[in-house]
């Protein structure tokens, strides 16, 4: 199982970038699909996760500029990010909860990061 992100870059403040992040493999069922973020000098935060079901959950910090959709057949998820402003710079990464075949219960997977810089 792998978990591939993509749309990182450099935007300027106020404007928007739209990652996605796909899994594949051998995957029977995947609950949650999310997104952290880590910058210099400071531990990884929740940004923003999304369940099966469409439910969402976003930090505080991101609240009413960033949303997440999910496409559950191409098991990817994208979260959209507006107004950003510097203090969203960091590296972003994608985490899944995937229930491989043959197993039982669900394993927490990470992509690679993919780096947003927000500079002018």
């Known amino acids: 199982v792998q978990l591939q992100a993509s749309g990182g870059g450099l935007v300027q403040p106020g404007g928007s970038l739209r990652l996605s992040c796909a899994a594949f493999?051998?995957?029977?069922?995947?609950?949650?699909m999310g997104w952290y973020r880590q910058a210099p000098g400071k531990q990884r935060e929740l940004v923003a996760a999304?369940?099966?079901?469409?439910?969402?959950t976003y930090a505080d910090s991101v609240k009413g500029r960033f949303t997440s959709s999910r496409d559950n057949v191409k098991n990817t998820v994208y979260p959209q990010m507006n107004s950003l402003k510097p203090e969203d710079t960091a590296v972003y990464y994608c985490?899944?909860?995937?229930?491989?075949?043959?197993?039982?219960?669900?394993?927490?997977?990470w992509g690679q990061g993919t780096q947003v810089t927000v500079s002018s």
């Open positions: 985490n899944a909860g995937i229930r491989k075949r043959g197993e039982w219960g669900f394993a927490d997977y």
């Open positions: 493999g051998s995957i029977v069922s995947i609950n949650k």
């Open positions: 999304i369940t099966s079901g469409g439910s969402t």
